[in-house]
């Protein structure tokens, strides 16, 4: 990497900065963390504020509001066809499909122990230690690791996705392939995976 930029994001240190330095190419995260002072649990713990901040809003003000409250539209998984809007966990999974695709170096997406999806169970060990933690803790504290999968070393974290209003917690537990019908509103329903390659 070019000396100045360095420079200048060791001098400007904050986050906007160590994810841009982290899009120049996946390999330099962990240079991304000395010069910036920013570590890789600090980065998740800031994506993830973006990410749930974003699903809750869509949540809250669109799907709720639209569909629960004012019963304007509804919310489908055949959101298309439908002439509906995409389920939140739709909407979340479109952006983590578009931030795969900038290989950007780090990834994300949305899990749970009692998966509508199966698609959407844990499969690497750290995902079920993980969401067995965030259940256990009732969403108060997140889980970090540290992972290899193929031959990249990952810092993974999952934070707890928590059933925040009626449309969340009616919808699963009336949905037909849904494992578990008695969600109340505050309960840990799954958790939000991020990866964040480190150097091993
Ligand atoms: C209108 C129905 C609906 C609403 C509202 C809804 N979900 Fe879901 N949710 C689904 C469906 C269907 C899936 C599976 C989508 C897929 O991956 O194809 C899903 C997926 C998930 C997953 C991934 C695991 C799984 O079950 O497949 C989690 C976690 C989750 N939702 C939590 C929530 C939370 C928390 C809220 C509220 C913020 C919410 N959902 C709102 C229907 C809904």
Not at 4 to 30: H, P, Q
């Amino acid at each position: 990497m070019n000396e100045n930029l360095r420079n200048k994001l060791t001098l400007g240190g904050s986050l906007a900065l160590a994810v841009i330095l982290t899009a120049c190419g996946g390999t330099s995260t962990s240079t991304a963390t000395v010069s910036t002072g920013i570590t890789p649990q600090k980065m998740a713990d800031a994506l993830h504020a973006v990410m749930e901040s974003d699903r809750t809003v869509y949540t809250k003000k669109v799907v709720n509001r639209l569909q629960n409250e004012q019963q304007v539209i509804k919310a489908s998984e055949h959101w298309e066809d439908d002439k509906a809007l995409p389920l939140p966990a739709q909407m979340f999974r479109m952006g983590a499909e578009m931030v795969t695709a900038k290989n950007v170096g780090f990834t994300y997406g949305l899990l749970s122990k009692w998966p509508v999806n199966k698609q959407n169970a844990p499969k690497t060990e750290i995902e079920k230690q993980g969401l067995d933690f965030i259940d256990a803790n009732g969403g108060t504290e997140p889980f970090y690791g540290e992972e290899t999968l193929g031959d990249s070393k990952y810092f993974t974290a999952i934070y707890a996705d928590v059933g925040v209003v009626t449309a969340c917690v009616k919808c699963h537990n009336e949905h037909k392939d849904s494992p578990k019908t008695d969600f109340k509103i505050g309960d840990v329903m799954g958790g939000v995976v991020i990866r964040i390659p480190v150097d091993s």
